[in-house]
């Protein structure tokens, strides 16, 4: 079965410092990994997943197979990235991948002014 | 198009009460799932159906039922509710694009 740990609750940065929220993950076989957001009296939404590699929001996010991680990178956060993010892992299974997905504990980011 | 919809946005149950929690979507999606959001556990699948007629268990389906009988609809139900069903439930919906689009939720307390 597969697993993501977030290991921080709580991340807190004061605006223009670099961010990283950090994604470690177990998984047999070949994952698609994801990062979501959900701002304050917002819906949970997509950021960013790997195979895209893009830079949403000047979030980068490179999955390490190496290390099981996938962590999410920021060089300069802002006051409106505060949010709580989720890392999520789907298994890659061709006829429904896109609806199992297993989310890690969540990392509250707080950009401080 | 309203996307991902959910009623209703709170609920008060008492313990042994049953009821249902709808989510309709408006996309056409395939692809429709359920979670349950608790502190600190982020959020876990309760139940998917990737189309009309096909549903499947996820990790937490104690408790819970469904069923698909249109493409649009995905109606969650509580048979006997449970003190530990206390959680903030959200439905999401997916095109077989990996990304899922969720609704606005809603925050279940039973007591």
């Known amino acids: 079965a597969q697993r993501v740990t977030q290991p921080e609750k709580l991340l807190s940065v004061f605006k223009g410092a670099p961010v990283e929220l950090k994604c470690n993950y177990s998984?047999?076989?070949?994952?698609?990994l994801f990062w979501y957001v959900q701002y304050s009296r917002q819906r949970l939404q997509l950021l960013l997943r790997?195979?895209s590699r893009e830079s949403i929001k000047g979030f980068t996010a490179d999955l390490n197979k190496g290390e099981t991680s996938f962590h999410l990178k920021k060089p300069f956060a802002q006051e409106e990235d505060s949010a709580m993010y989720y890392c999520a892992l789907s298994p890659y299974l061709s006829n429904n991948a896109g609806n199992m997905l297993t989310f890690g504990g969540g990392t509250r980011l707080m950009v401080k002014p | 198009n309203a996307g991902v919809t959910q009623t209703p946005k709170f609920q008060v149950l008492k313990t042994g009460q049953s009821m249902t929690l709808q989510c309709a979507q408006d996309m056409n999606h395939e692809y429709m799932s359920w979670y349950r959001q608790d502190p600190g556990m982020g959020l876990r699948l309760i139940h998917y159906s990737v189309g009309a007629g096909i549903t499947d268990q996820g990790e937490v389906p104690n408790g819970y039922n469904v069923s698909r009988s249109t493409t649009e609809d995905f109606p969650l139900r509580l048979l006997s509710a449970a003190p530990s069903q206390t959680s903030v439930y959200f439905c999401?919906?997916?095109?077989?694009?990996?990304?899922?689009?969720f609704g606005p939720g809603t925050r279940l307390t039973v007591t």
């Open positions: 999401a919906s997916s095109l077989n694009s990996y990304e899922q689009y």
């Open positions: 790997h195979i």
């Open positions: 998984y047999s076989g070949s994952p698609e």
